[in-house]
Structure formats: structure tokens, C-alpha cells
Antibody
Framework: EVQLVESGGGLVQPGRSLRVSCAAS????????MHWVRQAPGKGLEWVSG????????GYADSVKGRFTVSRDNAKNSLYLQMDSLRPDDTAFYYC?????????????WGQGALVTVSS | EIVLTQSPGTLSLSPGERATLSCRAS???????LAWYQQKPGQAPRLLMY???TRATGIPDRFSGSGSATDFTLTISRLEPEDFAVYYC?????????FGGGTKVEI
């Protein structure tokens, strides 16, 4: 069974950093593109970034470019999102998602989400 | 960036009725890479359709997708009580990948 479990969310002050993680199991992690998607409370979905199995980036949303960095450790079956210079509008649930097959998408499997709250 | 505009924002219908949801792209979506997701409160999104018209595993055939280039439609032929939710379209052809703003289907 495919499982994606996010961790590392929490309350953080504006301007500080936080790293959220996604632990994957039930599939060959090193063969799939992985993504981060966020959703502010009561709002829609926003793609944040994606990473090929090789570690090559698919890019970032303009709203996070230069502040967020996605990485993966295939040996640990884990995906990471390093968030720096956090702002209140970064407050959201952060989901990791796995592509259906070998391409960029669509996103077949999702984690349960990690809530990141940016507030003083 | 491909901007996806969904309409209407809210669709008020009754069980048994037909729902037609629209997704319009600011430029052509290449390689038919357009998907639809359903999201219920407190849950992660669920993949419904991909490649415009392919149903994901386990999705009932009352859901269908159509369209091309810049205009796409998700149709629910007869609404069941469990279909009342928010629906998002997504293009995964071009980075940045983008989602539409969502359509809420309510009773």
C-alpha cells in the first residue's frame, strides 16, 4: 500500500525557517516524480514544486521561488521542503504527492498534509 | 504560466441531477495533460480524471471528462450524495504546474 506521511509542520514566526518532510512507503520511491502542493485554510490548491527521481527540479511557483528548496533522499525514501524567509501568507497545509506513473503528473497519491502556521 | 479558470464558482444542484463543470486555460494545454480532482472537507484531494478523459482507478463511470486545447469539461451524469464536494482541474504539461480555483458542488 502506498503511503505518504508528512511531518515537521507547526507554528513559526515570520522570517524564520522550517523544514517539512514526507516519508514514502509501498512503492519504489527512486522511480517517481514527487511534488509539494499547498492549500491555505479555506482556499484552493497551489503547486509549490516538484522533483524528478534524479533530483532535477521541475521548478517552483513564483510565490516561493528563491525562498523554498525541495530535495529528496532516495536512500531514505524521503522528500523534503526547506522553507526560508517565511511569511504569513505561507500559512497552509503542505501536501506531498506522487505522480501516477513516470511523468510529471497527474497526482495519484497524496499525504494527509502538514499544517504550517506563520504568525508572530 | 498557464492560468486555469474554473466556472461556475459554486453549483447548486440536487441528487440525481447532471453537473457540468468548466475549466478554461489561458493557453493550449499540450499533450492532453489535464486532470480533475475531488476534495471533501478535511481530506486530501482525490484524482478523478487524467489525460482529459481517463478515469482513475475506482472512479465510477458517472464521471466523464472532455475537451481539448483550452476548454475542458467534467460531467457528473447523475449526482450521488457523496459527489457534493469541491472539484479542481490541473494542467501538468508545463511548469509551473497549475490548478484552477475550484468549483464547489453543493446541495
Amino acid at each position: 500500500e502506498v503511503q505518504l506521511v508528512e511531518s515537521g509542520g507547526g507554528l513559526v514566526q515570520p522570517g524564520r525557517s522550517l523544514r517539512v518532510s514526507c516519508a514514502a512507503s509501498g512503492f519504489s520511491f527512486d522511480k517517481y516524480v514527487m511534488h509539494w502542493v499547498r492549500q491555505a485554510p479555506g482556499k484552493g490548491l497551489e503547486w509549490v514544486s516538484g522533483l524528478r527521481a534524479t533530483g532535477d527540479s521541475l521548478g517552483y511557483a513564483d510565490s516561493v521561488k528563491g525562498r523554498f528548496t525541495v530535495s529528496r533522499d532516495n536512500a531514505k525514501n524521503s522528500l523534503y521542503l526547506q522553507m526560508d524567509s517565511l511569511r504569513p501568507d505561507d500559512t497552509a497545509f503542505y501536501y506531498c504527492a506522487r505522480a501516477l506513473s513516470g511523468g510529471w503528473g497527474p497526482f495519484l497519491y497524496w499525504g494527509q498534509g502538514a499544517l504550517v502556521t506563520v504568525s508572530s | 504560466e498557464i492560468v486555469l479558470t474554473q466556472s461556475p464558482g459554486t453549483l447548486s444542484l440536487s441528487p440525481g441531477e447532471r453537473a457540468t463543470l468548466s475549466c478554461r486555460a489561458s493557453q493550449s494545454v499540450s499533450s492532453t495533460y489535464l486532470a480533475w480532482y475531488q476534495q471533501k472537507p478535511g481530506q486530501a484531494p482525490r484524482l478523478l480524471m487524467y489525460d482529459i478523459s481517463t478515469r482513475a482507478t475506482g472512479i465510477p463511470d458517472r464521471f466523464s471528462g472532455s475537451g481539448s486545447a483550452t476548454d475542458f469539461t467534467l460531467t457528473i451524469s447523475r449526482l450521488e450524495p457523496e459527489d457534493f464536494a469541491v472539484y479542481y482541474c490541473q494542467q501538468y504539461a508545463t511548469s509551473p504546474l497549475t490548478f484552477g480555483g475550484g468549483t464547489k458542488v453543493e446541495i
